[in-house]
C-alpha cells in the first residue's frame, strides 16, 4: 500500500480519482459529490488530497475543502470491494495531523444518506457526531409565484450572476444571488435583515425573485438549504420547492 499526499493532482490521479468517485457513485446510487479544485481553498498549499494506492489501483481517496481559514469539510470514497479495511481511517489520520498543524478547529466530513457504508461507519464512531442535513430543492416550474405587490425588488447582473435587492418603499429588506448556467439558476445567499424577519418579507422576496427567474425564460431553479433553519426550509417547501439531494455534515470532535 502506498499513501501520496500532495496539494495538485496530476492528470494521471486526477483520473484515477474521479474514475473511483464515479464507481462508488453507481454502486451507492449517489450523486458523488467529491472536491477536486484546490484554488477554492482558503490556505493556499494546503495538502488536501490523500489517495491510497494498492499496486497500480486506488482503493481510496480522500479530499479537503476549506471554505475559510478555521474550519474544514472532508470527502471519502473507498472501492466498494476494498471497504471495511480500514482504508479511510488510515487516510484520515493522515489528514488530520496537517489539519491541526494548520490550526484548523471545525472539521466536517460530508455523506450521502445513500451511502449505507460510510453512514454506518460515521453512526458507530466515537469520534464523530451528526451536525446537520442540507438539502438541494428544485422549484415546481408549473408553480406561478404570486408576489402580493408589498416589496419592490432591483437587480444588476454581473458576468452570470444576478444580485438582488427588495426594498420597502426606499429600505432595503432583503438579498440574494442567482447564478446563471445552460438555463440552470442557482438561487444562494437569500437574507432578510434581522429587524424586519418574520412579517412576511422573506416570501415576497422570495416571490418576487422567482417571478423574475420565471420570465428570463430559465427551465430550472435550484437552492440549497441548511435543515437545521427550519423556517427557511418551511418557506421553501411552502412555495414550490421539494428536495431533490440532501448531504448530511457530521462533525469529527
Known amino acids: 500500500m502506498q499513501v501520496i499526499i500532495t496539494n495538485t493532482l496530476t492528470s494521471n490521479q486526477y483520473h484515477d480519482a474521479t474514475s473511483l468517485i464515479n464507481l462508488c457513485k453507481e454502486c451507492d446510487n449517489t450523486r458523488g459529490i467529491s472536491f477536486l479544485e484546490p484554488e477554492m481553498n482558503a490556505i493556499i498549499g494546503f495538502p488536501c488530497f490523500y489517495l491510497l494506492y494498492s499496486s497500480n489501483t486506488l482503493v481510496s481517496f480522500l479530499s479537503i475543502f476549506i471554505p475559510n481559514e478555521t474550519e474544514c469539510e472532508i470527502y471519502a470514497n473507498t472501492l466498494p470491494s476494498h471497504r471495511r479495511n480500514g482504508y479511510f481511517d488510515k487516510l484520515l489520520n493522515s489528514a488530520l495531523s496537517n489539519i491541526r498543524n494548520y490550526g484548523i478547529k471545525k472539521i466536517l466530513i460530508v455523506s450521502e444518506p445513500n451511502c449505507l457504508a460510510g453512514t454506518d461507519f460515521l453512526n458507530a464512531s466515537s469520534h464523530t457526531r451528526f451536525s446537520h442535513s442540507e438539502y438541494l430543492m428544485c422549484y415546481n416550474m408549473k408553480n406561478i409565484p404570486t408576489p402580493k405587490g408589498i416589496l419592490s425588488i432591483k437587480y444588476h447582473t454581473e458576468d452570470n450572476t444576478e444580485f438582488f435587492n427588495s426594498y420597502l418603499d426606499n429600505m432595503l429588506i432583503g438579498s440574494c444571488n442567482v447564478e446563471h448556467s445552460r438555463g ?70
Open 184 to 253: 440552470v439558476a442557482t438561487i444562494y445567499g437569500f437574507n432578510v435583515i434581522p429587524s424586519m424577519r418574520g412579517k412576511g418579507y422573506g416570501t415576497e422576496t422570495l416571490l418576487l425573485v422567482l417571478k423574475r427567474l420565471l420570465e428570463s425564460k430559465c427551465h430550472k431553479i435550484l437552492l440549497q438549504v441548511n435543515g437545521a433553519n427550519k423556517a427557511a426550509h418551511i418557506m421553501y417547501s411552502h412555495h414550490g420547492f421539494i428536495h431533490e439531494e440532501q448531504v448530511d455534515y457530521w462533525e469529527y470532535i
